[in-house]
């Protein structure tokens, strides 16, 4: 715990303007981010007397190591920029809405050729019109299925467009009416676009026009007696009818308007937000987020409106907002909320008339919402807590264990081995730590061996950054070289810290855990143990959790400890180790796939893909292929007669031996079969592995 006076500024250092500051700890980690009228005014809050300070927020000062700032010009600017780094850094301390789900949307691509009616969920595109958003998915699937009959825009996917188009033939909604068939021309580009432009203005509430002019349709077919179309007609109108009753008018004025209510408690605050557009509630969403520090209802407004039109633009942001407090100050709010919809944004309180009706209906969801988080997440909040302290206990640690890796070992007869690395802090999984190793320091089946490896690689890569930020300077460079560790998205893209150590998030391996948990009995925590003795990291503990009789094993300690079946703590040690588990068979599975998908093919160096399949097509299969000559491979295109020559020499290679005949007799003799229980290293099978169980994965 650090000491708040350790790293006060100077107050003649803190400039007296509008800024944003940051505070760090020990690893450099961002924690938190706030923004100031006066930077001088509000840091000087957070260095008074502990017994002062909000009880989180003295957690903060005394997690924090140091703190720093950046001045500029305007309260907006300071708003914009406190947004870009809570979205930058992800501090532990700020407020944060959790939400656990991604709300849906309807969206109409109106920037394709033949615009779609799709739900929609995750970050907005450009060119996409986007209704909602909405609680489920079948509301939308609902509600799109009733405006299918009076405007039959495109449903369909890409692939069954295409599909439809090479056929000549419409997929069933075609068939039924429920779409115009653009697909195979039934309707031009034109005349389709007009068609989701008529659907999307009847979604942002224009109803009344479309009703007029199918009844006013209805009433002319059934005068020239064309009572089929007139019928028809008369279930489009009810349709649109009943498509409106699914979201009734709440404000008569056909305002467009988002409104904002906050519950809340000492600890914790729920937001719920209505969406009404067109004078129709259109979405709900709400959030609960915990209190970090003492905070008004007008600056959890502030943070709601953050998140909420942080990464909007234009009519994504309503002309009016209605919220239960304004931020203080308001100006600056409500110029950034004007700079993001490009046109002036009301934000106020309601305090009359149907506006302040509604708000009480979105203030009673609030506060159940309050409620239901409560009576779910209550129990768990003390379970976690009651779980840690637990695990403290029976392994004599000085604190709770707030930050715990799990390290465990995966392999198929002793290939593909591979490890994975799992972080959970406060309890909860942390999956944007997760890491995957591949193990490199040797061949075969060993599990002592690779956690060994293992662990050196993971925490040689943390003295390496604390090195490199001079945190630690005694170690040697060599010893702190040389790991190569894959991170868990690395065939996914981008791979979050791979970022230098000055920017604030962590780095692959830059913060340190207070428990290291090993799947496995005595040999891989002593194998762990040893590992760390060796880098000289002697404030870490260790322990494994064995799966035959859930035993605790401690280093040097010839007894488990046995920890009773309803612990929390055993339990929270069992969900650690499974997940461990299950990270580290996954990966193993995929390289096995990988690696059982490989043919000779893939040894012929300079063939990519599109040649591979240029060779399956034109011969039809590997065997094939395998029995062609040189000249026949030549008369693919694209492929040489050193590449064929190349392909053909791969097969031979590749070819299973001829067996070996008895001259005598003429008699074909098996192959003497292989010992598989030879208890050596690097063995497929380890000695002493009952045969029911070979070939298993661990």
Sequence with gaps: MADPSSYRPKPGQIPDSPGVYRFRDEHRRVIYVGKAKSLRQRLANYFQDLAGLHPRTRT?????????????????????????????????????????????YLAVTMNEEFPRAQVMRGHKKKGVRYFGPYAHAWAIRDTVDLLLRVFPVRTCSAGVFKNAARTGRPCLLGYIGKCSAPCVGRIS???????????????????????????KQMAQAAEEMEYERAARLRDDIGALKKAMEKSAVVLADATDA??????????????????????????????????????????????????????????????????????????????????RRGSNVSLRIPQRGDKRALMETVERNAQQGLALHKTKRASDLTTRSRALEEIADALGLD????????????????????????????????????????????????????????ITRRFRRYLADKERTGEWVDGDADAVAGSAEIPAAAADGPVAGSLTEDDGRPKRFAYPPQLVVVDGGQ??????????????????????????????WLPDDDDPVILPRSSEGLYLLQRVRDEAHRFAITYQRTKRAKRFRAGPLDDVPGLGETRKQALIKHFGSVKRLRSATI?????????????AETIAAAF????????????????????????TTADSPGEPVAAGVPEDRRGQET
Excluded at 90 to 104: A, L
Excluded at 401 to 429: K, N, T
Aim: proline content about 5%; glycine content about 6%; overall charge negative.
């Design 631 to 643: 000249d026949q491979i030549c008369e693919v295109p694209g492929i040489g007669r050193k590449t």
């Design 258 to 339: 988002d409104l904002i209510a906050v519950a809340e408690d000492e600890l914790e605050a729920a937001v719920q937000i209505f969406h009404v557009r067109g004078g129709r509630v259109r979405g709900q969403r709400g959030w609960v987020t915990d209190k970090v520090e003492e905070i008004t209802t007008g600056a959890l407004v502030e943070h709601a409106l953050q998140q909420l039109y942080g990464a909007e633009s234009g009519d994504a942001v309503p002309k009016e907002v209605l919220v239960p407090a304004l931020p203080d100050p308001l100006e600056p709010v409500q110029e950034w909320l004007t700079a």
């Design 652 to 675: 031979t290679r590749a070819a299973p031996p001829a067996p070996a005949v008895n001259t005598a007799t003429g008699e074909i003799m098996d192959e003497e079969e292989p010992d």
């Design 189 to 215: 580009p034109d005349d389709h676009r007009e068609l989701a432009d008529e659907f999307c203005d009847f979604m942002t509430g224009r109803t009344g026009t479309y009703l007029r002019r199918l009844e």
């Design 60 to 104: 903060m000062v005394t997690t924090a190591a140091s703190v720093e700032w950046t001045v500029v010009s305007t309260e907006v600017e300071a708003l914009q920029l406190e947004y870009s780094w809570i979205k930058e850094y992800d501090p532990r301390f700020n407020v944060k809405y959790r939400d656990d789900k991604s709300y849906p």
């Design 523 to 552: 040999p891989q925590v002593a194998a762990a143990e040893r590992a760390l003795e060796e880098l000289g990291i002697d404030d870490i503990a260790v322990c494994g959790l064995a799966k035959r009789l859930e035993e605790v």
């Design 399 to 454: 604190s709770a264990p707030l930050r715990i890796e799990c390290y465990d070992i995966s392999h198929l007869q002793g290939d593909d081995v591979v490890a994975s690395m799992v972080v959970f802090e406060d309890g909860l999984a942390r999956k944007s730590e997760y890491r995957r190793f591949q193990i490199k320091g040797f061949e075969g089946q060993d599990d002592v061996r690779s956690m060994h490896e293992v």
